[in-house]
């Protein structure tokens, strides 16, 4: 067979974007792709050049210059170069790609109506896709690339643009963390107790949905419409609500859990007599305060889900189980929690990154208190709101707050993929 096109040739020609397809005789693609290219060198030098300058230097004279905003635009900026870049990529393998084509008798779309019917026919999926693509980058990706910036300058109340400029300082505020003894012992007490927290919560929760909903799900339980409603009514009532009604009912002097309900419970429990639990004043207990309180909120959630997940499971496997003599926890070992960890395990380990950075609970019951753990942290401040208290107190703390957000992302994606590794959440059987 006669070689027609010469990958390599048409490799090196579209380092120039659009030859190596005009090359490969897809002229329309290929003023399509020099014509972006074009564009985009007249927008790189106008404006991108520029703007990316300035997030080098942040600003030569304060009180002209906004380091803040040239920080913004430049990261912007950035991204959109950075996508120009995947283009010329792409246009490299595709002049490669398309050469190849020729050269093994593939059918090569070369007028731009063959080239909207090619789009259509093999890329359609990939257009829909494409607006989420768009709305994720400037969602998520480009906030995130922001804060990375912000953590690696000394932005905090000493230096606020315009008035003041900031600089770069490299990893200045991650060892900062570790060696400033404030923010040392904070951090740490802070990343323990969010580790605790959201371990206990997650599982009291998660177990307390699986249990109530295997009990729900028994043939022989009566009225199931009637619990399932109010096994519903944590879920269904606003969380904030909820969180302040138990703020009000754990207060120490006149909250109706040491006035109504442990007086009551001392009828049954002689030793609770004259006891008066410092739910509020005492770290300890507004801790495990907060981990019921998460309890409550969170099992209505996982209740609908393994009540789902029960009923799609065969009666043949329970029946199999009986006749071979299987108790109800052999049952439930082998058959039943193994069926729920199939289906749910990616919205099991969600529920653990979830309440490690669950902000609502602790700023609404009891803004973190009581007492300080030092670095302006409360002493029962989880990462996400001590980095709150960084950014909104009297002396903030921008850098040093960007730089905890970024500890956190990788610690909860670290975890999370570790999870779903194990558990192979995401794996997808052959069909």
């Known amino acids: 067979m006669t070689t027609q096109q010469q990958p390599r040739k048409a490799l090196l020609l579209s380092l120039i974007p659009g030859l190596g397809q005009i090359y490969n005789k897809q002229k329309a693609k290929g003023a399509i792709f020099l014509g972006v290219t074009i564009l985009f ?9 520029p703007e ?12 002209r210059d906004n380091s803040l905003f040239m920080l913004i635009r430049g990261a912007f900026h950035f991204i959109l170069v950075i996508v120009y870049f995947i283009f010329y990529a792409l246009n490299l393998k595709d002049a490669y790609t398309i050469a190849k084509r020729w050269n093994n008798d593939y059918p ?3 007028t731009f109506k063959d080239m909207l019917k090619g789009i259509y026919a093999n890329g359609f999926p ?11 980058t400037f969602a998520i990706i480009f906030p995130v690339l922001v804060t990375l910036l912000i953590a690696f300058t000394n932005y905090d109340f000493q230096h606020l643009p315009p008035t003041k400029l900031l600089d770069w300082v490299g990893v200045t505020n991650f060892t900062n963390i570790w060696r400033l003894s404030t923010f040392r012992s904070a ?15 997650s599982t009291v929760q998660i177990v307390i949905g699986i249990f109530t909903a295997i009990i729900a799900n028994q043939p022989f339980i009566k009225g199931k419409r009637i619990f399932g409603v109010i096994f519903l009514l944590p879920w269904a009532v606003p969380a904030f609500i909820t ?6 009912m754990f207060n120490d002097s006149i909250g109706a859990i040491n006035t109504q309900v442990i007086p009551l419970l001392g009828k049954v429990l002689p030793f609770l007599n004259g006891h008066l ?3 509020k ?5 507004t801790k495990v305060a907060l981990i019921m309180m998460q309890g409550w909120l969170g099992f209505p959630y996982i209740y609908v889900l393994t009540l789902g997940i029960l009923q799609s499971i065969p009666n043949d496997l329970y029946e199999a189980a009986y006749i071979d003599g299987a108790n109800a926890w052999q049952k439930f070992r082998n058959i039943t929690f193994p069926m729920i960890l199939a289906v749910a395990a990616p919205t099991l380990i969600s529920q653990y990154t979830f309440n490690f950075n669950n902000f609502s609970i602790m700023y609404l019951f009891n803004d973190g208190g009581p007492g300080t753990v030092g670095g302006g942290a409360g002493s029962t401040d989880i990462l996400i709101s001590w980095i709150y208290r960084l950014t909104t107190g009297a002396a903030p703390q921008y850098s040093m707050a960007a730089a905890v957000t970024l500890i956190i992302s990788l610690i909860v994606i670290s975890i999370s993929m570790i999870a779903f590794k194990k558990l192979h959440a995401f794996d997808m059987e052959d069909v």
């Open 41 to 49: 060198l007249i927008y790189f030098f106008a404006i991108a050049a």
């Open 243 to 248: 969180i302040l009604t138990f703020s009000n």
């Open 277 to 279: 639990i410092p739910w």
């Open 126 to 136: 990939y257009l829909l896709i494409i607006p989420s693509y768009i709305a994720m």
């Open 187 to 201: 951090f740490g007490a802070v990343l323990g107790w969010t580790i605790i927290w959201a371990l206990t919560a």
């Open 52 to 63: 990316l300058g300035n997030l080098i230097t942040l600003g030569e004279v304060p009180g």
């Open 281 to 285: 004043t005492d770290p300890t207990w």
């Open 108 to 110: 090569v779309p070369t």
